[in-house]
Every structure is written in C-alpha cells, then in structure tokens.
C-alpha cells in the first residue's frame, strides 16, 4: 500500500507546497489520514510498516572485522540513563579523560565556556576560556554572549515568546552541553534547573505537533541529550513530559532508505538523518519508543554503507554532502550493531581519508556540492564532517592511518579546530566533548610509519589521487573521471586540481547551487575544457552523466589516469522517477539506456551494473524507478584527458588532452582554476619556431612558483588573432565563501588542439629547466642541471597520446 501526500515543508521559516522536498522535512498531515501502522517515508509516501523489506540486505555479504577496534560499553536496559551514546559505565574513564589528557582538558574546557555563556557567566570573547594560541575556545567568531543567557532565563521563568526549537538552535545546543556537564560533576542543582526549561519547551512545543514534523520542531537530538545527560535529575512528572514530546514526533516516521531495495541506499541522507535517530534512542525501550522506525534505520544503515560506499573507501556520493557519520555507528554498536567493523568504514578511514589529506596536513579536498578545498584558496582549509574523524579516531585509537588524519583535522592539541558550535545539523561542540581523543606519540605524523600509499584509486568512483612523497612539500594531484551517478555532481568529469609546496595552486571551488554567475555545477567552473564556450552537460543544479577511466599507471616513478570524458560532453541527463513510463519521453529526450557497466573501469558481478539508469530503482521513491533520460547536448569526437605526476629530483605533473568536436575548426578553452593571489610574472618561449611557450605563476612576497609549460597547443593562425598563450581571467566570486576567484585559459582555434600542459612547483631562486622537441615533433625533453628526462609522444588506435618517459637511459613511466 502506497499513498502520496501533500505536504508544506518547512525550510528556514519558508512554507512551500508540493509533493516532494529534500531537506528538513515537515509533512503535515491530518491524523485521520495515517493509519496506526504507518510510517510517512523520505519522500513523502505513506507506507505500512510492515512492508519494509527489513530481511533484504542484498547481494553482497559483509565480512565484519573488529581489529583494533575499541571496547564499546553496551546500552544499559531500559530506564536506565544515559543510553544514545555513553553509559552510566563510561563516566569514570570520561572524567579520567578530562582530568588527565591535554586533548580531554581542551575539551572540556570548551564545553564549560558555552555552559557559561548560557548562564551569564561570560560576556564576551575576552571571558572565553581560551588555548595556548591564545584563541577563543568557546563562541569563536560568534556573538551570542547575552542573547543566549536571557533567553535560557525566559524559557526558565516559562515565558517561550517567540522562541520556537529547531536545529540550529544555540540555546537548546548549550543545553545539552550543560546536561553533559551536570552528569558528569553530578550537580543535581543545575541539573534540576535544567529540567524546568525542557520541560518548559516540550510543554510549549507539543501542541503544535502534528504528523511527520520534523524533529527539529523540538531541538532534535538536543531534546534528546538533554532528556538523556540529566534523566536522573528530573521529577517522573517532568520525564514523562518530555518522553512524550520524543514519543510524538517520532511517530510515524521513517528513515531515509527503510523501504528502498538495498542497492539504491546510496543518499547522504541516511547519515546527515542522524538527528531523528539519536533523539528516538533517548527515549529506547520506554513508552512511545517507536521500534518500527529503530528496525527500518538499522537495515537503511547497513545498505548505506554496503552498497552506498565501495571497498576503496570511497563514497558513491561525493566528500562534500556524504559522511558516514561514525559517531552515529557508535550508537548502534552499543546495542549490538556491528557495522562499526565494516569493512568500508575502515577503507574510509584508513585509505579514502589520508588520501585526501592535502601535504600541508591543513585541510582535505571533496568533490560535488558542499566539497572543494575550502576558502582559504591559498592553504586549503577544507574540513568533512566532524562526526566521522571524531568516531573513527574514538574507534580505532591506535590506528596510525586514523591518527595521521585526525591529526591533519585537528592539530595534535585542538589547535587547528577551535570553531566548535553546538548548533547546526549536528552540535559539533557535543560531538568533540563526548569523544576526545589523543594523538599516538608526540612528534609529527609520519605517513611512513602509518603505511600509508604515495597513490589511491576508487576504481568505481573513478577518482586518482597521487602525490610525489609525504612531505608537506609534496607535489599532489587528483584527478576525477567519476564513473557512477552520484546526487550532487558537477560538470567535471576529468577535472585536476593541483597542490604542491605547501599550497594549492589549483583548487576546487567551495560551491553549491545557483548564483549570479549561472549554474555553478557546469565545467567552466572546474580545471576542464570549453568548446566554443560550452562544456560538458547540465541541466537543474545537476550534471549526473558519467564518464569513463581508461586506464590507470601506478609505478615507482610516476602514476597517471586516463579517462573518457566524451559521453559527459555528448549528453545531457535528467532524472523523471516514476512508476511508468517518463513523461519526458518524446519531447526531445530518450531513455538512457547504459549501464553502470557501460562505464566501470572493471566491469562488476552484481545484477543491478548491467541494469539500465533508466530502470534502475529510485535513489528516494520507493517502488519507483530512476527514469534516466537523455538528449545530445555537445557531442564530440573524442575528449580523452591523460593526467598524472612524474617523480624525481624535480616531480611535475603532466596534463594532456586529446580533445576534438568535429573537423571544422572551433574555439577551445583549456581551463585551470587557480588560487586568489597567482598572476602571471613571466612569459617565455625557447626559439621563435618552437612550439613551446612557458609562463611563470607567483604571489607578492612568496617566493613558491608555477611553471606552466605548454608543450604542444596547436592553433591555426591563420584565421583568428593571438594575445600572448595563456592568460589569467578573474572570472567570478568563489560563491559560498565570498572573494574573487580566478583560472588561467589557454585558448586554442583548432580542429583539436592537441594540448600537452606540463607543471612544476618550484621556488625563485630554482633555475627554470629546459623544454625542447626533436625535429620530429615526438620527442620532448625536458633538462635540469642534475635531472634530464625524455618524453616521447605516440597515439593509439583510439587516437589518444600516449607517451613513455625516460631517465637515465631508464624507463621511469609508461602509459600506453
């Protein structure tokens, strides 16, 4: 049985009226329209619980291991408080934590700052408990010293005058930090304070209930800490008052992927859903617990991790909007959940990761909405979600691939993270207090030591990452082919980005949604190509067309990916789940017809990769199919980009792209984003009938450099007039942080301009290398004082380039 609702969905104090809203949802519904079994889904849908499908869990059987992994004290039995995430058994070790850790100290003192700010004990910044680099460790740019304190005492004295809870609410965040705090010092004073004002909101909040509000309608997991931390210092009148606020809002409900089949669980939102969840637990075992929901979340998990993420560690959506939420996990592994032992989980920590730890250890790199490298475009200062390093480090504690990452997030003493807010999707301030942890050994982190790997790939996911060494001088790439479908891509398929000498040089935009500069997924907006101003398609926020990796070269002197961007550049998607038939069908638009197959580096044995897009079940609708459609949108002869690093004295990485539309001549613009600061300071071109021209990028007063070496770029010019190659643009806003943002374009009118990019770090007071070809044009070498290396170029039967590097009379790479 399957009905569709209308809803109005509340979004930010915005009421919109339609069938289906991402986001925090509100459904309301009358009463009479639900039945006593009936659970509201992600998506809108009524559905009986009993027709969750809770024994399917698919295909693939989960090997579970639990090496290293951290004794985890179980749930107590019901009545007995706390329960979500810690136990009346884990107080004495938390205390020792606080009491005698460095890390703990900090932590703590965090927690007690925003306690004091509630209460009026602390008016500004300058109060603030602060660490040894003399930073805030409490409010942190933030100004809510006051407003917070006479709110917490309205809501004390019963007077909720334009209060409403929701999550991104500091009073009820500082609230659950103070039912922390009194469970741990034992202070039934504040404790029994405290209950008035939850008490106080649940009263006020109940009645304005109906079904399938979202949780956030009374502070969601905060209502839940609260009820939680300081059970034990409420009246049984005042618990019941707030179980039954819990209770009410948790009917009804279901997680995000409960009546999915198993493989189409692949939404971040199961994990960023936490919140319902963790408020429910609270509440486990006692009047109105809703077990129906509990039974959906625990299968919707274990699919999520299964078939959402892949054995490489990588995600099937991009680091950006998808996490795994490991503290979540925590929660189930104390009530006998294993998947805190799945094997993706440890790839995620141990190898996805470290990868994506930038060489400076200052920040990560994500992909698609929400990703990037931060806004810092010069560092990088990008960080995922606090939930997953905070649990994988609590679980793993003598994980040296974890620490080494947990080290990058937060510095050995915090000092890297002091923005700690207990408010948001997840109270990050909550997270850190509950879970702190200590780095292993006192020194710096070594790479080495952890065993961690110069190069990953996700060969599903199509994504290379490659760095030279683990120094924070290292030279580092990645390169994103991106073969599956995703729920937030970009229009970059085979996009770099680039680091190398401490610093980004090519970043990836902090982007999401629309702006003033159009739609930010599409590829101008990424280390991509143009032709004749367009690029690869997409359409509504949404550039869900895969490409395809060709190859991948992982040696000791270099490692390289090729990937096929063409059917990214020849189609443009869009997605019209349905029951039937798409209603898009003969307006222009075909079915998509490929499989995930089509496009997978290495074919995979599960039945659903050899299952067409536009068959494949719905991401969200239950009982409902993806309903992929396509129409041409700038077909292509070829677009293959080959992309990689060389290692040596001197490592650099090559670009090199085999791109062709047709065989007229069209305007082709070869885009790399770069940071703020980087201008052009030197041009230069080694004989007037060479191919060959190299510009120099630089900051004012940093002495780290950019070789940009266009090997080959051919153009006719004979049609069209040429400023000198290559030039910077300044371009737009880098529209979710703010500033400017800039590319460098290398222009080209050409049948195909055959581009072959070489770049090198260096610093100013390094002398430039030599670049030179042979007479035929196939060779090129490349001549340091103390490193010469040759490179000679071919083409396949594809028509794509490939080369071989030599050195020393040695091969030092291939890639054929």
């Known amino acids: 049985m399957i009905r569709w609702l209308v809803t109005t969905a509340k979004i930010s104090g915005l009421c919109i009226s339609g069938l289906l809203v991402l986001g925090p949802m509100a459904f309301c519904v009358a009463q009479s329209e639900l039945g006593l079994g009936d659970a509201i889904t992600k998506s809108g849908k009524i559905m009986a619980y009993s027709s969750m499908p809770l024994d399917d869990l698919g295909p693939i059987r989960v090997a579970y291991d639990t090496t290293g992994l951290r004794s985890i004290s179980p749930a107590p039995a019901p009545g007995i408080h706390p329960r979500m995430l810690k136990s009346p058994d884990d107080r004495p070790e938390m205390v020792r934590i606080y009491r005698t850790t460095p890390q703990g100290q900090r932590m703590y003192a965090m927690m007690i700052g925003w306690c004091d700010i509630l209460k009026g004990k602390i008016h500004s910044l300058d109060q603030c408990p602060k660490n040894e680099l003399d930073q805030p460790l409490a409010a942190y740019q933030r100004s809510h010293f006051g407003e917070l304190a006479d709110q917490y005492q309205r809501i004390l004295a019963g007077d909720l005058a334009g209060y409403e809870p929701s999550l991104n609410d500091y009073v009820m965040g500082c609230m659950a930090l103070e039912a922390y705090r009194c469970w741990i010092e034992d202070d039934a004073a504040s404790g029994k304070e405290l209950a008035r004002a939850m008490v106080n909101i649940a009263k006020s909040a109940s009645d304005g209930i109906k079904p399938g509000d979202h949780v956030g309608e009374i502070g969601a997991y905060n209502m839940g800490f609260c009820y939680d931390f300081n059970y034990n210092f409420m009246a049984d009148d005042q618990r019941d008052v707030v179980r039954s606020v819990i209770a009410k809002i948790s009917a009804h409900q279901s997680h995000y992927g409960a009546f999915l089949p198993s493989e189409a669980t692949t939404s971040n939102w199961c994990a960023l859903d936490s919140f319902l969840p963790l408020t429910l637990l609270a509440i486990e075992g006692e009047e109105g617990f809703n077990r129906d929901y509990y039974d959906g979340w625990k299968r919707a998990y274990y699919n999520f991790l299964t078939y959402g993420w892949y054995a490489s560690g990588a995600g099937y959506e991009g680091l950006g909007k998808n996490y795994q939420f490991v503290t979540t996990l925590i929660a189930l592994a104390k009530r006998s959940e ?43 200062d990008y960080r995922f979600n606090i939930n997953d390093v905070v649990g994988l480090k609590w679980l793993y504690p003598q994980s040296k691939p974890i620490d080494y990452v947990w080290r990058a997030y937060f510095g050995k003493n915090y000092e890297r993270y002091t923005d700690l807010r207990p408010a948001g999707y997840f109270s990050s301030a909550m997270i850190a207090v509950l879970f702190p942890s200590v780095p292993l050994g006192d020194g710096e982190p070594s790479a080495d030591a952890a065993g961690l790997q110069r190069s990953f790939f996700a060969p599903q996911r199509g994504l290379m990452v490659t760095r030279s060494d683990f120094t924070s001088d290292a030279l580092y790439l990645q390169m994103h082919t991106r073969q599956d479908l995703g729920g937030h891509t970009h229009a970059d398929r085979t996009s770099f980005m680039l680091a190398g000498l401490g610093r980004l040089w090519s970043p990836i935009l902090s982007m999401s949604g629309g702006s003033r500069f159009g739609n930010i997924v599409e590829t101008r907006f990424h280390s991509n190509i143009l032709i004749d101003d367009m690029g690869q398609g997409a359409s509504g926020g949404w550039a ?123 305007n082709f613009k070869w885009l790399m984003q770069l940071s703020d600061d980087l201008e052009i300071i030197g041009r230069y071109q080694f004989s007037e009938d060479s191919p060959i021209t190299a510009m120099v990028l630089g900051a004012p007063d940093d002495d780290r450099q950019l070789w940009v070496c266009i090997l080959q770029s051919d153009r006719d010019d004979t049609l069209h007039r040429y400023s000198d190659i290559g030039r910077v643009e ?81 091969e030092v790479v291939k890639v054929d």
């Open 544 to 666: 869900p067309q895969p490409a395809r990796v060709m190859d991948y070269v992982d040696n000791g002197g270099g490692t390289f990916c090729v990937g096929d961007a063409k059917y990214a550049y020849d189609w443009i998607w869009m997605r019209d789940g349905a029951d039937d038939e798409s209603s898009m069908l003969g307006q222009g638009w075909q079915k998509v017809s490929e499989t995930p197959n089509d496009f997978q580096y290495r074919p995979v044995d599960l039945p659903w990769m050899n299952q067409s897009w536009y068959d494949r079940a719905h991401w969200l609708r239950p009982g409902e199919s993806q309903r992929c459609v396509k129409k041409p949108f700038n077909p292509v002869q070829r677009a293959f980009r080959t992309a990689g690093i060389v290692r040596g004295k001197h490592p650099y990485a090559l670009v090199i792209d085999d791109i062709q539309k047709d065989d007229q001549v069209h």
């Open 730 to 810: 300044q371009y737009m806003g880098n529209v979710r942080w703010g500033g400017a943002s800039k590319r460098l374009v290398i222009e080209s009118w050409a049948k195909s301009p055959e581009y072959k990019v070489l770049l090198w770090p260096f610093r100013n007071r390094e002398r430039l290398p030599e670049a030179n070809w042979n007479a035929e044009k196939e060779t090129v070498t490349i001549q340091w004082a103390d490193q010469v290396d040759t490179i000679t170029f071919a083409s396949s039967e594809a028509n794509r380039t490939t080369f071989t590097v030599m050195r020393d009379e040695q």
């Open 338 to 380: 294993p998947l805190v032992g799945h094997p993706h989980v440890r790839a995620y920590g141990e190898r996805f990761l470290p990868s994506m730890s930038l060489p400076n250890q200052q920040g990560f790199v994500a992909y698609d909405d929400w990703g990037g490298t931060g806004a810092d475009t010069v560092v990088g």
